[in-house]
């Protein structure tokens, strides 16, 4: 039996050499598992030491994460309505995850974000990038009065002292909004730097060039900013609940036929500015048409 057994054996060995045998499930699975792991840390390892830069979008844009622009996180509230969140979740679209803990941030905070980032994607992320205060005033066509650098160096404070998770199911961000906020006092300039990690935020199909002059117009409308935002991360919005719209925009209006008006009123205020071609509100269900396509890259 022994005899036949290896005569079988080497007959089989023989009869299969040279042939290919298809690779299992299981050693499929690993050798997926062993290539994702491998990408995550080549793109880990081009994170912590490559040069990274933002995407480039045209001057009369602005870019933002369409994470930012599809949840509470800059929330349409006033400044004195603002009040401080621990590890609080935040109203978001579905499959965006945001954690924060901070000051509350609002719609004047992500104004001052976009144009800093708008200055800062000239460098390389996590570099020091030095402005003037009113230089970034300047660049929002803002006012430079002493009031508005004051405002202006709480809201850089604000958005250095919180820490934001952002998770979805491409990525997980983690960290500061802007990493360090210094003041020279000599030179009265602002030194910024944002992390590298924020490239996380502006992967491909992420992130929305805002129109900059329509959301200027928009200025002291919070409700309005956040929901121009909201609508121009996406080419074909769909219709959504009003009660959807409360929590992404962060709206502390809890009377929900109030909150419908104050949406008709800002609606009213995109169709003005051309952002939205038109609008229908049938029961809680909120529907609008855009006036043009997204505009994410650098045409001519």
């Given at each position: 039996?022994?005899?036949?057994?290896?005569?079988?054996?080497?007959?089989?060995?023989a009869?299969?050499?040279?042939?290919k045998?298809?690779?299992?499930?299981g050693?499929?699975?690993?050798?997926?598992?062993?290539?994702?792991?491998?990408?995550?840390?080549?793109?880990e390892?081009?994170?912590?030491?490559?040069?990274?830069?933002?995407?480039?979008?045209?001057?009369?844009?602005?870019?933002?994460?369409n994470?930012?622009?599809?949840?509470?996180?800059?929330?349409?509230?006033?400044?004195?309505?603002?009040?401080?969140?621990?590890?609080?979740v935040?109203?978001?679209?579905?499959?965006?995850?945001?954690?924060?803990?901070?000051?509350?941030?609002?719609?004047?905070?992500?104004?001052?974000w976009?144009?800093?980032?708008?200055?800062?994607?000239?460098?390389?992320?996590?570099?020091?990038?030095?402005?003037?205060?009113?230089?970034?005033?300047?660049?929002?066509?803002?006012?430079?009065?002493?009031?508005?650098?004051?405002?202006?160096r709480?809201s850089?404070?604000?958005?250095?002292?919180?820490?934001?998770?952002v998770?979805?199911?491409?990525?997980?961000?983690?960290?500061?909004?802007?990493?360090?906020?210094?003041?020279?006092?000599?030179?009265?300039?602002?030194?910024?730097?944002?992390g590298?990690?924020?490239?996380?935020?502006?992967?491909?199909?992420?992130?929305?060039a805002?129109e900059?002059?329509?959301?200027?117009s928009?200025s002291?409308?919070p409700?309005?900013?956040?929901?121009h935002?909201?609508?121009?991360?996406h080419?074909?919005?769909?219709?959504?609940?009003?009660?959807?719209?409360?929590?992404?925009?962060?709206?502390?209006?809890?009377?929900?036929?109030?909150?419908?008006?104050?949406?008709?009123?800002?609606?009213?205020e995109l169709?003005k500015?051309?952002?939205?071609?038109?609008?229908?509100?049938?029961?809680d269900?909120?529907?609008?048409?855009r006036?043009?396509?997204?505009?994410?890259?650098?045409?001519?």
């Open positions: 039996m022994e005899h036949d057994y290896l005569v079988s054996s080497e007959t089989e060995a009869a299969t050499k040279g042939v045998t298809m690779p299992s499930l050693d499929l699975h690993k050798r997926t598992k062993e290539i994702i792991e491998r990408a995550r840390k080549d793109e390892e081009r994170l912590e030491t490559g040069v990274i830069q933002l995407p480039l979008w045209r001057d009369d844009k602005r870019g933002a994460p994470s930012f622009l599809r949840s509470a996180l800059f929330a349409a509230i006033q400044s004195k309505d603002r009040c401080h969140l621990k590890e609080a935040l109203g978001s679209q579905q499959g965006i995850t945001i954690k924060y803990t901070g000051e509350q941030l609002n719609q004047e905070d992500l104004t001052i976009l144009a800093l980032v708008d200055l800062v994607r000239q460098h390389p992320l996590g570099t020091e990038c030095s402005f003037t205060a009113y230089g970034i005033l300047k660049h929002m066509n803002m006012d430079t009065g002493g009031q508005a650098h004051e405002k202006l709480m850089i404070l604000r958005m250095t002292a919180c820490v934001l998770t998770t979805n199911e491409e990525y997980t961000f983690s960290d500061r909004i802007i990493d360090r906020f210094i003041v020279d006092e000599k030179t009265k300039h602002y030194k910024i730097t944002v590298r990690h924020t490239i996380k935020l502006f992967g491909d199909n992420q992130w929305t805002v900059h002059k329509q959301r200027r928009l002291r409308k409700l309005a900013l956040a929901l935002g909201y609508y121009s991360s080419e074909k919005p769909l219709p959504v609940g009003i009660e959807f719209l409360a929590s992404i925009t962060g709206s502390t209006n809890s009377q929900k036929a109030s909150f419908k008006r104050q949406v008709k009123i800002a609606l009213e169709i500015i051309g952002s939205l071609k038109s609008y229908e509100i049938s029961s269900l909120v529907a609008v048409n006036t043009e396509k997204l505009s994410k890259r650098i045409t001519t």
